[in-house]
């Protein structure tokens, strides 16, 4: 009696694979690469490049990289993550949101929040520069 129940209890599922459609495979999912970001008071910089976030600081003292672990095109922009034992950070990026760095005169694209582990919350700019001095090196994306 067992053996009849399990296999009627499994056949809906071998009829409904037999006349299944194939499915689509799920869209590609959008992602940001080489992407640069700055902040000054106190001067920070963030970089994306080749899956890795890296942060920087004008102290040294809190350096890292870290591995992507999600990144989530928003309505508004981007959400960046990475996070290891030691470290964690959260990069929001608000895009079309124009930002001025507020020493060079330059003027970024994007608007640019930072949640990082022993340094707190940071604002800054990043993006294409769209007006002001610009140079190669300087140019954060």
């Given at each position: 009696?067992?053996?009849?129940?399990?296999?009627?209890?499994?056949?809906?599922?071998y009829?409904?694979?037999?006349?299944?459609?194939?499915?689509?495979?799920?869209?590609?999912?959008?992602?940001?690469?080489?992407y640069?970001?700055?902040?000054?008071?106190?001067?920070?910089?963030?970089?994306?490049k080749?899956?890795?976030?890296?942060?920087?600081?004008?102290?040294?003292?809190?350096?890292?990289?870290?591995?992507?672990?999600?990144?989530?095109?928003?309505?508004?922009?981007w959400e960046?993550?990475?996070?290891?034992?030691?470290?964690?950070?959260?990069l929001?990026?608000?895009?079309?949101?124009?930002?001025?760095?507020?020493m060079?005169?330059?003027?970024?694209?994007?608007?640019?929040?930072?949640?990082?582990?022993?340094?707190?919350?940071?604002?800054?700019?990043?993006?294409?520069?769209?007006s002001g001095?610009?140079?190669s090196?300087?140019?954060?994306?």
């Open positions: 009696m067992k053996k009849i129940l399990l296999t009627i209890s499994v056949l809906p599922f009829l409904t694979a037999c006349g299944a459609e194939p499915q689509t495979p799920p869209a590609a999912e959008e992602i940001l690469t080489d640069k970001a700055l902040g000054t008071e106190p001067f920070w910089g963030v970089e994306l080749d899956g890795q976030i890296i942060y920087t600081s004008v102290e040294g003292t809190n350096d890292f990289s870290l591995p992507v672990e999600r990144m989530k095109k928003t309505a508004t922009g960046i993550r990475g996070f290891s034992d030691q470290h964690n950070i959260t929001t990026i608000a895009s079309d949101e124009k930002c001025s760095d507020g060079s005169d330059r003027q970024y694209a994007d608007s640019v929040k930072v949640a990082v582990s022993n340094a707190g919350y940071l604002t800054g700019c990043g993006g294409d520069i769209l001095p610009e140079t090196a300087d140019s954060p994306s």
